[in-house]
């Protein structure tokens, strides 16, 4: 009877990995703005495109001359961070998606009022 059970408890630990890995096989990464990076009018760029949990969002910009918040809806729409923000300034930097919509805005003074915000929303 032991044997029965240990073969039935494999099965699952794999189908378990299989699905697990699955899932992370189908994740992508996504160059926000495209060719042009996260940068003025940059907004729009999510527009027509399907996120799942678990996408890689790439924020490419000059160090220095930008950086990438995450905000809430609020945050998003009067272009403010609340203190303890996830704040970004690498130039390189990599945000992976949960479910549901995540907000962004550049954190340099004038940017987000400028366009430089973006709602991104994961199935």
Not at 45 to 52: I, M, P, Q, T, V
Request: hydrophobic letters at 40%.
């Amino acid at each position: 009877m032991a044997h029965g059970r240990d073969t039935t408890v494999v099965l699952a630990l794999v189908l378990l990995c299989g699905l697990l890995h699955g899932e992370l096989a189908e994740s992508k990464a996504y160059m926000v703005g495209d060719s042009r990076g996260w940068t003025f009018g940059s907004g729009s760029w999510s527009n027509g495109k399907r996120f799942l949990a678990g996408d890689m969002l790439v924020f490419k910009y000059a160090p220095g001359a930008h950086n990438v918040v995450v905000v809430d809806a609020a945050g998003h729409n009067s272009c403010s961070a609340p203190g303890g923000a996830v704040r970004y300034s690498s130039g390189n930097d990599n945000v992976t998606l949960t479910r549901g919509t995540s907000f962004f805005i550049c954190g340099v003074p004038g940017h987000c009022a400028a366009g430089m915000k973006m709602a991104v929303t994961a199935a």
